[in-house]
T-cell receptor
Framework: GESVGLHLPTLSVQEGDNSIINCAYS??????FIWYKQESGKGPQFIIDIRSNMDKRQGQRVTVLLNKTVKHLSLQIAATQPGDSAVYFCADASSGGSYIPTFGRGTSLIVHP | DTGVSQNPRHKITKRGQNVTFRCDPI?????LYWYRQTLGQGPEFLTY????????KSRLLSDRFSAERPKGSFSTLEIQRTEQGDSAMYLCASSPRKERGPTDTQYFGPGTRLTVL
């Protein structure tokens, strides 16, 4: 079965709104997660990562939240822009897996102008 | 452009033919990874190299798949006797990791899209 998975295959938002993309994982020993953005015709691009000793990490317009109790993480994008339209993946890149990311299915974010 | 490059970008072949893809990592990145991505799915790890050494190859999909990185720079992925189920995007990534641990980001190339007729 899948060790990480996104909750929704597609998310549509209006430009300027905040977007929240959710992801669940199954292994309670997982200790490192990465969010990637993949635009059409391109390879995945690193957005932000988080280790299990943190609950929250912020980047530029993005925030990742990790809830180890329910094995859930989320990616929040503030003031979503058309350029944010892409497929987003969460990946489990934990030490038990030699830090090689295991990707779940993605969520396609569609930003309407 | 100093990013990861992959060639060709597209490959159409007939079932049973052999294909080879090339990946040029970012200069001085000592780790190189191959992934396969099918439509609607996330990338699936296949194998990786630390310099010229192939450290993990048990996740290669079958013995028809092989990869090399003879001089620790570019890498090739070969699929022999292709099957229609091999149709996918093949992604390469590199990282500058020097020590074990999640300290280095993987940078992905644009991929090679393989279509097996």
């Amino acid at each position: 079965g899948e060790s990480v998975g996104l909750h929704l295959p597609t998310l549509s938002v209006q430009e300027g709104d905040n977007s929240i993309i959710n992801c669940a994982y199954s292994n309670s020993a997982s200790d490192y997660f990465i969010w990637y953005k993949q635009e059409s015709g391109k390879g995945p691009q690193f957005i932000i990562d988080i280790r299990s000793n943190m609950d929250k990490r912020q980047g530029q317009r993005v925030t990742v939240l990790l809830n180890k109790t329910v094995k859930h993480l989320s990616l929040q994008i503030a003031a979503t822009q058309p350029g944010d339209s892409a497929v987003y993946f969460c990946a489990d890149a934990s030490s038990g897996g030699s830090y090689i990311p295991t990707f779940g299915r993605g969520t396609s974010l569609i930003v309407h102008p | 452009d100093t990013g990861v490059s992959q060639n060709p970008r597209h490959k159409i072949t007939k079932r049973g033919q052999n294909v080879t893809f090339r990946c040029d990592p970012i200069s001085e990145h000592n780790r190189l990874y191959w992934y396969r991505q099918t439509l609607g799915q996330g990338p699936e790890f296949l194998t990786y190299f630390q310099n010229e050494a192939q450290l993990e190859k048990s996740r290669l999909l079958s013995d028809r798949f092989s990869a090399e990185r003879p001089k620790g720079s570019f890498s090739t992925l070969e699929i022999q006797r292709t099957e229609q189920g091999d149709s996918a995007m093949y992604l390469c990534a590199s990282s500058p990791r020097k020590e074990r641990g999640p300290t280095d980001t993987q940078y992905f190339g644009p991929g090679t899209r393989l279509t097996v007729l």
